[in-house]
Nanobody, 126 residues
Framework: QVQLVESGGGSVQAGGSLRLSCAASGYTYSSDCMGWFRQPPGKEREGVARINTNGGSTYYADSVKGRFTISRDNAKNTVYLQMNTLKPEDTAIYYC???????????????????WGQGTQVTVSS
């Protein structure tokens, strides 16, 4: 059974940084896509970033481009989201997710991902 466990959320002031981690277990893969999503209070879940199996293909939402970096360590079955220059509008519950086939090449879509973590809260104060 696929399991995803996020960690690293917390509270930070605007301009600060956080690093989220997501440890995956319960599957073997030859090709997958791992993604980070977020759901701000009262809003729908949205894609933030995604990365393919070998890390050679990444995609970022415009709102985080240049500030967030997604990476992965396949030896540890872990994907990371380094978040810099955080803004109050980044406040949300952050989820990682996995799609057990390759990444959608043109972006990141909630409906493409079948397995989800429980989420971790990120709060950015002004």
């Amino acid at each position: 059974q696929v399991q995803l466990v996020e960690s690293g959320g917390g509270s930070v002031q605007a301009g600060g940084s956080l690093r989220l981690s997501c440890a995956a277990s319960g599957y073997t893969y030859s090709s997958d896509c791992m993604g980070w999503f977020r759901q701000p209070p009262g809003k729908e879940r949205e894609g933030v970033a995604r990365i393919n199996t070998n890390g050679g293909s990444t995609y970022y939402a415009d709102s985080v481009k240049g500030r967030f970096t997604i990476s992965r360590d396949n030896a540890k079955n872990t994907v990371y989201l380094q978040m810099n220059t955080l803004k109050p509008e980044d406040t949300a519950i952050y989820y990682c997710a996995i799609r057990l086939i390759g990444c959608y090449p043109l972006g990141i879509r909630v409906t493409d991902f079948a397995y989800w973590g429980q989420g971790t809260q990120v709060t950015v104060s002004s």
